[in-house]
């Protein structure tokens, strides 16, 4: 339907609340009036859909009416021009051709609005927001990384970190050696994009293979002429990574979505911590290279040295090796006499530090250029050597110069120091053990001379960032969230006009919601997560039952969140070794968040799955992590949130410390800066606040929220607005957790029958009865469980080395393992090898994903969607579940039974793969054998062949060490059979040997 809002006529898929129409009503003024907005609006409330519509509706009028007034001014300049052409012989369609705009190429631009968020997750739901919409046709497209959207397989393969990646696309595109981004240009014509105006980061990749044209390169192309543009905001705010996407910000609308991260993302982007070994591993790699032209050193046989590179010279490199040199000394001046939390020094402090080694604001953008330049030349020389130089010391060093000098600009250089010196401390501390070089080269064993020292140079003043954003003239910036509350210091911190303002109520009913402060468990014992007591068995124990309590009678899925990781593991093996965990689990299935990304999606989409059925799940998350920010819980998937415990920053951080002086000084009547005991408070509140938001998505949604901490009650007003009358309700003294439970069991049974029932989305027909056993749990299969994979005997399988699942094909001895699963793991003495028969055709190594070590600090992978307890009589002695290694463990720890299990199964392979015809030309071998097996592989094998050419090998230990490889990844072993070209000619017997004894050709 359409609705008109401040004159703009806004396509709405249905009549708006009141409370929407009010958010619409400041984003337009906002846009028309050309101010800056603060607007809150609780999660749930249609926010996102609402900031779309109104701006794109603002947007297309604009433009209309921009076209509209360029065409009549066209159209008059086309009738004088005919007045004055009439007895010239011109036609007067000929006039008019010449300047009619659908002749003329002129391209109509107004605004761009850029449309920023923390993650690409949270971009990816207001891109789904948008394609539902009526504004579907907008032209769109997402901005983001090589990380996710280059598709060049060398590149991706040589360059482990970022860093490293961007540097060899940059050399490959400059050398015009991409095949990828030399077809982006024919790509941006195809059909597969002009059909496709919503363009995110998975259309991008997809359209990218298509047309074999470099996805990274499109976007930024495609983004020139876009109506919207989406990024996380660090893209924005960083402008260094701003720096690299050339996007031009006059007279655009900003959107800062989930802006209650803005302030920390400011000061993150404008600060840098390096160390005395990264000044030594930057020596060494300026040595290294001066070596290399020496001729001081070999190249590895396999870099070709005609195509590298060297715009520098010898003299070029001693200069900047003497800099550096100098450097390292003035930091070992730095007085070594610290108290325990390290020195502080004014910001200026760095730039004294860089002056006395000859570095300054008119020397950088040389030295800069050279270090860019080595950086280039290593990555380049040490392409396909798994043992070269990347120059990670390098990069380290010219980070640190980017972020201390490129904002100095064409600013006084003096008032420029006069500002650090507001803005920020310049922190040392020694330098505790030496930081393993990322690089991927070798770590230099020399011993650190001197005071070895690690100097942060940290900002606190978010509002440089935004000054920078500022002055590229923007239009208007909106930002918005569900947790900004209070306004007063966000704006205050950031330095910013607002001229608009808004705080929305939420948009369920009271009786939705259900909220208490709990006091004490079960069994009376205080709730407080203080770090006194956050350790007392008795606290955990009561947290645990509190927990055990509420999830009996919740329905559907359960949240529960930690302040940190360290907690949510030591709560983890306090309760199983108690039986609490236990007893959890009978209730629901229960999972962790994992700290890696990679883990994360699978983790997540098992609890999806598991809450379709009966009994839900638990997940148990950490607050400020992937589960408590911009993933939707709507519905089943959410019934409560757990708060256990307040997420304040650790006090003694000299980070913390130094923040809470800053805003102490710099405060006054004024700015209206906030205090550094309230920024300290808030910092966690607004945590909580943001976990809260994970249990009401819309109108129709309900749930409850528990905060298990006494402390809460000092926090009351500074919790979400919306939540705070349903809290005021409640005394300090009301801990009766008994009659909680019965309310809560009410609050569902009520609603259950009142509230409309969840609409059925398409991926829940995905599950079928046969994946669900009799207690309502997911099989194995579906659920993702990796350890029912590693004990059952392959009859065959596709290649599956490095892949992160192993498919499977259901035969009886599979339908009756799956019935005796859980006793297996109760009963079995025997580990995964002992399951296996002699001869199998594929071992996974490297999908496992159970038991790791015994330390509490590991992250509990067990924890996923079986039952892990041993004995429940006793579950203090329960049995650990031992983890396989993967093919790079497997000869980089002890791991002697296992091996000596492996080293006696014979493995099948097929003959078309044992006769593929590999290239016998060595750099080609290696090229297709980097293409063929895992990353780990490629390395274990060069690694080895290295080793046996340098004759630090023997033939035999070189053969166990391929066998072992080629073992779990028997699709690869042509490359096994063609290493032979690389061995000596009286070793060549003894592989066709170990091929004999290790492989069985079918």
Not at 94 to 119: E, F, K
């Amino acid at each position: 339907m359409i609705i008109e809002i401040e004159g703009i006529k806004i396509d709405f898929p249905f009549e708006p609340y009141a409370l929407q129409k009010d958010y619409m009503t400041k984003v337009i003024q906002a846009l028309q009036s050309q101010q800056n907005a603060v607007l809150e609006s609780p999660t749930g409330t249609g926010k996102t859909l609402c900031l779309l519509t109104s701006s794109l509706a603002w947007l297309l009028q604009q433009k209309n009416q921009m076209m509209s007034r360029e065409k009549a001014n066209l159209n008059f300049q086309a009738g004088e021009v005919m007045k004055n052409m009439k007895g010239l012989g011109f036609n007067p369609e000929d006039v008019t051709a010449l300047i009619d705009p659908s002749t003329d190429g002129r391209q109509w631009r107004a605004s761009t609005i850029i449309y920023t968020s923390r993650t690409h997750s949270q971009l990816t739901q207001a891109m789904r927001e948008l394609k539902n919409s009526d504004y579907k046709d907008v032209n769109s497209v997402a901005l983001g990384s090589r990380d996710q959207l280059c598709i060049n397989p060398e590149v991706l393969e040589e360059g482990k970190s970022g860093t490293e990646r961007n540097t060899m696309c940059q050399l490959k595109v400059k050398k015009r050696q991409c095949k990828f981004r030399e077809r982006v240009d024919k790509c941006t014509s195809n059909p597969e994009v002009t059909n496709m105006p919503i363009k995110d980061i998975e259309d991008l990749v997809t359209i990218g293979k298509k047309c074999t044209a470099c996805p990274y390169y499109l976007s930024r192309d495609l983004a020139a002429n876009a109506d919207i543009i989406f990024m996380p905001y660090n893209y924005l705010l960083d402008p260094r990574i701003l720096k690299g996407f050339k996007i031009n910000l006059i007279d655009s609308v900003v959107i800062l979505d989930e802006a209650h991260n803005v302030e920390k993302v400011c000061e993150e982007s404008a600060s840098i911590q390096f160390a005395s070994s990264d000044i030594t591993n930057c020596i060494n790699d300026i040595a290294h290279v001066m070596k290399m032209l020496n001729k001081e050193e070999d190249i590895m046989e396999f870099v070709d040295d005609e195509d590298v590179e060297k715009d520098f010279t010898l003299e070029d490199l001693a200069k900047l090796q003497d800099i550096m040199l100098t450097l390292e000394k003035e930091v070992d001046k730095i007085d070594s006499v610290f108290v325990k939390q390290g020195r502080t020094f004014p910001g200026s402090k760095i730039f004294d530090i860089f002056r006395a080694a000859s570095i300054d604001q008119i020397s950088y953008p040389m030295i800069r250029k050279l270090i860019d330049s080595l950086s280039v030349f290593l990555t380049q020389s040490s392409a396909g050597n798994l043992f070269g130089r990347k120059g990670g010391g390098l990069l380290k060093i010219m980070q640190v110069l980017e972020v201390a000098f490129d904002g100095c600009g064409d600013v006084d250089f003096n008032q420029y120091l006069k500002d650090m010196d507001r803005g920020y401390r310049v922190h040392v501390e020694i330098e505790i053990e030496r930081k393993k070089n990322d690089s991927g080269g070798w770590i230099s064993q020399a011993k650190l001379t001197g005071n070895p020292k690690v100097i942060n140079y940290w900002c606190f003043n978010p509002g440089f960032g935004m000054a920078n954003l500022l002055r590229r003239q923007v239009r208007t910036v909106i930002l918005t969230s569900g947790t900004l509350a209070p306004l007063k210091p966000l704006i205050s911190e950031l330095a910013i006009n607002i001229d608009h303002r808004l705080e929305n109520p939420h948009i369920i009913k009271s009786n939705q919601v259900m909220v208490k402060i709990i006091n004490a468990g079960p069994d009376k014992e205080p709730l407080c997560g203080t770090y006194d007591n956050r350790d007392n068995p008795k606290y955990i124990k009561s947290m645990g039952m509190t927990i055990l309590g509420i999830s009996r009678v919740t329905p559907n899925g359960v949240l529960v969140f930690f302040p940190s990781y360290p907690m949510m593991n030591n709560c983890f093996e306090m309760w199983k070794n108690t039986g609490i965990w236990q007893s959890l689990y009978e209730i629901k299935p229960i999972l962790m968040e994992p700290r890696g990304k990679d883990e994360f999606a699978e983790r997540i989409g098992e609890y999806y799955d598991l809450v379709k059925l009966k009994k839900g799940a638990i997940f148990m998350a950490v607050l400020r992590g992937k589960i408590s920010e911009g993933l939707d819980f709507n519905d089943h998937n959410a019934r409560a949130v757990i708060i256990c415990g307040i997420p304040f920053p650790p006090m003694m951080d000299p980070r913390v410390i130094l923040k809470k002086k800053y805003l102490d000084i710099n405060r006054n009547n004024v700015n209206q800066l906030q205090s550094g005991q309230e920024w300290y408070v808030l910092e966690a509140v607004r945590a909580v606040n943001q976990a809260i938001g994970r249990v009401i998505r819309h109108k129709d949604d309900y749930g409850a929220i528990f905060l298990c901490d006494r402390r809460f009650h000092q926090q009351k007003t500074q919790l979400s607005r919306w939540i705070q009358p349903h809290l005021m309700k409640q005394s300090v003294g009301d801990v009766n957790f008994g009659m909680i439970i019965g309310e809560l069991a009410r609050f569902f049974r009520n609603l259950s029958g009142s509230m409309p029932e969840p609409p059925v989305r398409q991926e829940n027909k995905e599950i079928k009865k046969e994946n669900v056993d009799s207690n309502g749990y997911l099989s194995t299969t579906v659920a993702g469980n990796k350890m029912m994979r590693q004990h059952i005997k392959i009859e065959s399988s596709n290649e599956i080395y490095g892949t992160p699942s192993l498919p499977i094909q259901k035969s009886e001895e599979f339908t009756k393992y799956c019935e005796g699963m859980q006793q297996k793991i109760k009963t079995e003495p025997q580990g995964f090898m002992g399951s296996l028969n002699r001869e199998v055709s594929v071992i996974d190594f490297n999908s496992t994903s159970i038991g790791e070590s015994s330390s509490s600090s590991t992250s509990i992978k067990t924890a996923r969607s079986f039952d892990f307890s041993q004995d429940s009589e006793n579950a203090s002695k329960k049995r650990r579940l031992k983890m396989i290694p993967n093919a790079n463990q497997l000869y980089s720890e002890p791991q002697s039974s296992v091996l000596e299990q492996l080293r006696s199964t014979k493995v099948r392979v097929k003959r078309s793969d044992y006769d593929r015809q590999v290239s016998s030309e060595k750099k080609e071998f290696i090229g297709e054998l980097k293409s063929t097996i895992s990353i780990e592989g490629y390395k274990i094998y060069l690694a080895t062949l290295y080793s046996y050419n340098k004759k630090d090998y023997t033939i035999e230990k070189a053969l166990d060490k391929f066998v072992i490889l080629f073992k779990t990844s028997p699709k690869a072993v042509a490359f096994l059979r063609n290493t032979r070209s690389f061995l000596r000619e009286e070793d060549r017997p003894a592989l066709d040997r170990a091929i004999e004894n290790n492989f069985v050709i079918d």
